[in-house]
């Protein structure tokens, strides 16, 4: 059975930084896709970053395009966001989501695992 379990979230002013951890357990880790989504209040499930089983391939939204970093712990079975030069603008729902699948979606119906979701707050 998969579990993600996200934490890491919190209150940060722009400019700071966070880092995201998404605790899993199951196939999906090791040999599909695991990616982190947001949902701003009254928005779509927006796609942030996507990696593959290796950790070898990466994609990232243009919105979060050389702030935000996605890996994975592979000892840890841990996935990570790291968010630098964090904005209002950054300010949602983040979710960590896995999939058995190897071809990486930016779309979340391209992932059958959900966690719970961590609340960012980035004050002005």
Known sequence: QVQLVESGGGLVQA???LRLSCA???????TGCMAWFRQAPGK????????NWSGLSKLHADSVKDRFT???????DTLYLQM???KPEDTAVYYC????SRDCSDQS??????????QVTVSS
């Open 24 to 30: 899993a357990s199951g196939r999906p880790f090791s």
């Open 70 to 76: 996605i890996s994975k712990d592979y000892h840890r």
């Open 15 to 17: 400019g700071g930084s």
């Open 97 to 100: 989501a896995a999939d058995p």
């Open 44 to 51: 779509e499930r927006e796609f942030v970053a996507t990696v």
């Open 84 to 86: 630098n030069s964090l």
């Open 109 to 118: 119906s391209g992932y059958k695992y959900w966690g719970q979701g961590t």
